[in-house]
């Protein structure tokens, strides 16, 4: 089956800096990517959907300039946290359709990446 | 989005037959009904997906009955590694977005 990675699997970072969490399908082309956000015990939380080339689109409720998404190739969407604080702590996991195939079982998640932000 | 209501958690042994429901009233003619699991600290991955009567692959069965409002996710003889979340979608299989709803928490004891 398609392949997504996540990496950092994991990152702990001091309150008021920046970290990068990268996104890539490592067997297969998506235009499509997701970005979802899970705290302990609670669902998975779409933050915002990121299509190559173009500008991501956020949920509601979500601030665009602080989760800066890239999505500059048709293999990798970067999830930048910007000034990140303690309530930023989560697990952020990302999903990629494959390109031109768009039924619900053709999008696969990565592994998720948990950060810790002290 | 059709909304879905399914038990939070549940509890079962190993060896058993799991059946976790899920409440879908006002699920559309064009929706079709995905499961997910996920085991902690990793991605969701897809189980199966379905849209009326009984569909079947290697890992589960999902029932459907003829009005669709409901649907049984069937997890034949577990064992300790199937504990996980599960999470039943319903929405038509070719939507723009994946939203997932609270998912019912399995745990398979010895």
């Known amino acids: 089956g398609a392949v997504v990675s996540q990496h950092p699997s994991w990152v702990i970072c001091k309150s008021g800096t920046s970290v990068k969490i990268e996104c890539r399908s490592l067997d297969f082309q998506a235009t499509t990517m997701f970005w979802y956000r899970q705290f302990p015990k609670q669902s998975l939380m779409l933050m915002a959907t990121s299509n190559e080339g173009s500008k991501a689109t956020y949920e509601q409720g979500v601030e665009k300039d602080k989760f800066l998404i890239n999505h500059a190739s048709l293999t990798l969407s970067t999830l930048t946290v910007t000034s990140a604080h303690p309530e930023d702590s989560s697990f952020y996991i990302c999903?990629?359709?494959?390109?031109?195939?768009?039924?619900?079982?053709?999008?696969?998640f990565g592994p998720g990446t948990r950060l810790t932000v002290t | 989005l059709a909304k879905t209501t399914q038990p939070i958690s549940m509890d079962s042994y190993e060896g058993q037959e799991v059946n976790i429901t899920c409440s879908h009233n006002?699920?559309?003619?064009?929706?079709?009904i995905t499961w997910y699991q996920q085991f902690p600290s990793q991605g969701p991955r897809f189980i199966i997906q379905?849209?009326?009567t009984k569909v079947t692959n290697e890992v589960a069965s999902l029932f459907i009955p003829a009005d669709r409002k409901s649907s049984t996710l069937s997890l034949p003889r577990v064992s300790l590694s199937d504990t996980a979340v599960y999470y039943c979608?319903?929405?038509?299989?070719?939507?723009?977005?994946?939203?997932f709803g609270k998912g019912t928490r399995l745990h398979i004891l010895p």
């Open positions: 999903s990629a359709r494959v390109s031109g195939r768009d039924a619900l079982y053709e999008q696969y």
């Open positions: 006002n699920i559309a003619t064009n929706d079709y």
């Open positions: 379905g849209y009326k």
């Open positions: 979608l319903v929405a038509p299989n070719r939507d723009d977005k994946i939203i």
